[in-house]
Nanobody
Framework: QVRLTESGGGSVQAGGSLTLTCEISGNKFSPSCMGWFRQGLDGKRTGVVSLWRGGEPVYADSVKGRFTLSRDPVTDILTLQMNGLQPEDTAMYFC????????????????????WGHGTQVTVSS
């Protein structure tokens, strides 16, 4: 059974930094697309960043220049470095991946999600 496990959430003051990690286990194949989504108090889940294997990360406009995603090519561990955090970044952050393949545009448009983690909370105070 495929499992995504997030870690690294917490509480920081505005301007602070956090690093989130996502580990995938139980998968036979390396997924072509992985990324992070977040869900705020409004209950809406939105894409934060996605990464197509062999490509460059695609970031939501709201986090460009502040968040940086990397993916270990061997372990598929995703690392999301979040700098300059603001109260509007407060949300539950979820890691997501596809089973194996997807259309690249689905990845870059952040319209994917065969597997999801349970989420990790990020709270930013002003």
């Amino acid at each position: 059974q495929v499992r995504l496990t997030e870690s690294g959430g917490g509480s920081v003051q505005a301007g602070g930094s956090l690093t989130l990690t996502c580990e995938i286990s139980g998968n036979k194949f390396s997924p072509s697309c992985m990324g992070w989504f977040r869900q705020g108090l409004d209950g809406k889940r939105t894409g934060v960043v996605s990464l197509w294997r062999g490509g460059e990360p695609v970031y939501a406009d709201s986090v460009k220049g502040r968040f940086t995603l990397s993916r270990d090519p061997v372990t598929d561990i995703l690392t999301l470095q979040m700098n300059g955090l603001q109260p509007e970044d407060t949300a539950m952050y979820f890691c997501a991946s596809v089973k194996q393949f997807t259309i690249r545009s689905h990845c870059e448009m952040m319209t994917f999600g065969d597997y999801w983690g349970h989420g990790t909370q990020v709270t930013v105070s002003s």
